[in-house]
């Protein structure tokens, strides 16, 4: 069971079960525990499939990583370019 006291918030706040609180507590929680690595090549590769640029994708993806919920360090757009090509 995740964090208690969010649950909680949750079902009082939404109206929803406990379990599913519990349930949608879980998801959210597991999304931004993604690392920052494995981020950075999923939404490149997104990025890619939808015709971005390199370049316009490490701005964009160094954007992103700004806003994250669980913040991220900055990384340059050279630091993004060698997560994803190694």
Not at 55 to 60: D, G, I, L, N
Not at 64 to 77: D, F, I, K, Y
């Amino acid at each position: 069971m995740p964090d208690r006291e969010l649950v909680d918030h949750v079902t009082r706040s939404t109206g929803l079960t406990e379990a599913v609180a519990g349930r949608l507590v879980d998801d959210i929680l597991a999304w931004y525990h993604e690392d920052v690595e494995s981020y950075v090549r999923r939404r490149h590769a997104n990025l890619h499939l939808h015709g971005v640029r390199n370049a316009q994708a490490y701005e964009q993806i160094a954007a992103e990583l700004r806003e994250r919920v669980v913040a991220a360090p900055a990384l340059s757009a050279r630091q993004l370019r060698r997560i994803v090509s190694g």
